[in-house]
């Protein structure tokens, strides 16, 4: 009897804790089902890039997952029932449900409106391939001096805008923070962040929360207007509502709430990983929505299924923070060194050395979904009997 692991969601953490689970059990012991809503993986990391014209190399999921043992199911989720343990998914044939013995819950995040009036109308986003895809579009048929205005001063807005900026040289670009420009990197890094920012002409309104989005410009708490061609929302992520409609304890966001294993606390067959999952990471605090972390959670959840299931020895391995890598266009960019919950220390990296630091964090970050044991073997364990029945008893007593 096989045990049936489905993974919702094959972004970098889906993808991975999918491929690393395959590497851990033997084959003819487990049916790996990996369902997503895309043929390819996208590099959610380089949307900026997608949005400002570059193109982005395609990875399809045919070619990643061939001969993995990982079974790509191209499908939209629909709904989860995880007291009856099944997944309703719909595909271009119809809707259809899936059993599983363990879920493993990756469906990412998409954009944060905050609710603010206006923004589904007017505002483009960058948190998916559609909405970057939307964003291009409109930016090439932008006139030169017509503004830009990115409203979110965190990594995604800093990103974006000077990303636009570099682009589009005949643009007006500015940004609007609610805080200070970087507020949360080191003295060194704020200072560089603002050096480049006026290399690149761009405008910062710091202090300011935007509380309307119109077709011509944002209305800020202030009272203000500031003129706005096209605006990018970019004021963090929110996941998909499909885990808050289940019987999973989940966070007032819908975040599952997950261990150290990243195991659902409310129920044991369940996992969750990356932006999807609330996790508590060094210093008591919540995991941030990022690769940065969803990588080493995705491993931990793997290997954590893997040895339960084949009781084997549960992995410990720490999930902490080394570094925030942050492009500033093709040509700069920002390291800033953190400590282990994510503090800016002093260190930081910068300039040309910088850009290409981060341009090959995210290449590695998309070998590494390609390759989610680094390319070294693996010993494939054994699915004990016991394990293996375990869900199916539980559905058949139902
Ligand atoms: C522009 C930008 C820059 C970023 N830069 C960085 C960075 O430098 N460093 C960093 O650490 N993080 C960065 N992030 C954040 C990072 O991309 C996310 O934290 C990360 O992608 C989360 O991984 P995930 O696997 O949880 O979700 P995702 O990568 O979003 O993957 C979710 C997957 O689920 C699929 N899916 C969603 N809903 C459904 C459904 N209903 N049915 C089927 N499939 C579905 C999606 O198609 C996707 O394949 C950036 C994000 C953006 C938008």
Same mark, same amino acid.
């Given at each position: 009897m096989q045990h049936r692991i489905i993974v919702l969601g094959a972004g970098y953490t889906g993808a991975i804790a999918a491929g690393r689970i395959a590497k851990r059990l033997r084959r003819e012991d487990v049916a790996i089902t990996l369902v997503n809503a895309e043929p390819d993986f996208v590099e959610r990391v380089r949307m900026h890039q997608l949005a400002t014209g570059q193109d982005l190399k395609p990875r399809p999921f045919s070619e990643m997952f061939a001969g993995t043992g990982v079974e790509l199911r191209l499908a939209t989720v629909t709904g989860i029932d995880v007291d009856r343990k099944t997944v309703a998914v719909i595909d271009a044939n119809g809707a259809e449900e899936l059993a599983y013995d363990t879920l493993v819950y990756a469906l990412g995040s998409g954009w944060n409106d905050? *609710?603010?009036?206006?923004t589904a109308e007017h505002a483009y986003e960058i948190a998916s391939r559609p909405g970057a895809l939307r964003l291009r579009e409109r930016l090439a048929r932008l006139d030169a001096g017509q503004t830009v205005v990115v409203v979110g001063g965190g990594l995604t807005g800093v990103e974006a805008a000077t990303e636009i900026a570099e682009a589009r040289p005949d643009l007006e670009v500015a940004l609007v923070a609610r805080?200070?420009? *970087?507020?949360?990197?080191?003295p060194q890094g704020r200072e560089h962040l603002r050096k480049v920012f006026g290399k690149l002409g761009i405008t910062v309104y710091e202090h300011e929360a935007v509380t309307g989005v119109e077709a011509d410009r944002v209305a800020t708490a202030d009272g203000n207007a500031i003129p706005a061609a096209v605006t990018v929302w970019t004021t963090g992520f929110a996941v998909h509502p499909i885990a808050k409609a289940t019987t999973l304890e989940v966070t007032s966001t819908g975040q599952i709430v997950v261990d150290g294993t990243m195991r659902s606390v409310s129920h044991p067959d369940v996992y969750a990983v990356g932006d999807a999952a609330m996790a508590m990471g060094p210093g008591d605090k919540p995991l941030r929505m990022s690769c940065a972390s969803g990588t080493l959670a995705a491993w931990q959840a793997a290997d954590a299924i893997a040895a339960r299931l084949s009781d084997g020895k549960l992995p410990n391995a720490p999930i902490r923070y080394f570094n925030q890598c942050i492009s500033l266009g093709r040509k700069e960019g920002l390291i800033q060194y953190v400590t282990a919950d994510d503090r800016a220390v002093r260190a930081i990296l910068t300039g040309r050395l910088a850009a290409v630091y981060k341009e090959l964090v995210c290449k590695g970050a998309a070998w590494g979904v390609a390759n989610p044991t680094f390319g070294l073997p693996t010993r494939r364990r054994r699915v004990t009997r016991e394990q293996a029945v375990a869900g199916s008893v539980v559905k058949a007593l139902a």
């Amino acid at each position: 009897m096989q045990h049936r692991i489905i993974v919702l969601g094959a972004g970098y953490t889906g993808a991975i804790a999918a491929g690393r689970i395959a590497k851990r059990l033997r084959r003819e012991d487990v049916a790996i089902t990996l369902v997503n809503a895309e043929p390819d993986f996208v590099e959610r990391v380089r949307m900026h890039q997608l949005a400002t014209g570059q193109d982005l190399k395609p990875r399809p999921f045919s070619e990643m997952f061939a001969g993995t043992g990982v079974e790509l199911r191209l499908a939209t989720v629909t709904g989860i029932d995880v007291d009856r343990k099944t997944v309703a998914v719909i595909d271009a044939n119809g809707a259809e449900e899936l059993a599983y013995d363990t879920l493993v819950y990756a469906l990412g995040s998409g954009w944060n409106d905050q *609710g603010v009036p206006g923004t589904a109308e007017h505002a483009y986003e960058i948190a998916s391939r559609p909405g970057a895809l939307r964003l291009r579009e409109r930016l090439a048929r932008l006139d030169a001096g017509q503004t830009v205005v990115v409203v979110g001063g965190g990594l995604t807005g800093v990103e974006a805008a000077t990303e636009i900026a570099e682009a589009r040289p005949d643009l007006e670009v500015a940004l609007v923070a609610r805080g200070g420009l *970087g507020d949360w990197l080191s003295p060194q890094g704020r200072e560089h962040l603002r050096k480049v920012f006026g290399k690149l002409g761009i405008t910062v309104y710091e202090h300011e929360a935007v509380t309307g989005v119109e077709a011509d410009r944002v209305a800020t708490a202030d009272g203000n207007a500031i003129p706005a061609a096209v605006t990018v929302w970019t004021t963090g992520f929110a996941v998909h509502p499909i885990a808050k409609a289940t019987t999973l304890e989940v966070t007032s966001t819908g975040q599952i709430v997950v261990d150290g294993t990243m195991r659902s606390v409310s129920h044991p067959d369940v996992y969750a990983v990356g932006d999807a999952a609330m996790a508590m990471g060094p210093g008591d605090k919540p995991l941030r929505m990022s690769c940065a972390s969803g990588t080493l959670a995705a491993w931990q959840a793997a290997d954590a299924i893997a040895a339960r299931l084949s009781d084997g020895k549960l992995p410990n391995a720490p999930i902490r923070y080394f570094n925030q890598c942050i492009s500033l266009g093709r040509k700069e960019g920002l390291i800033q060194y953190v400590t282990a919950d994510d503090r800016a220390v002093r260190a930081i990296l910068t300039g040309r050395l910088a850009a290409v630091y981060k341009e090959l964090v995210c290449k590695g970050a998309a070998w590494g979904v390609a390759n989610p044991t680094f390319g070294l073997p693996t010993r494939r364990r054994r699915v004990t009997r016991e394990q293996a029945v375990a869900g199916s008893v539980v559905k058949a007593l139902a």
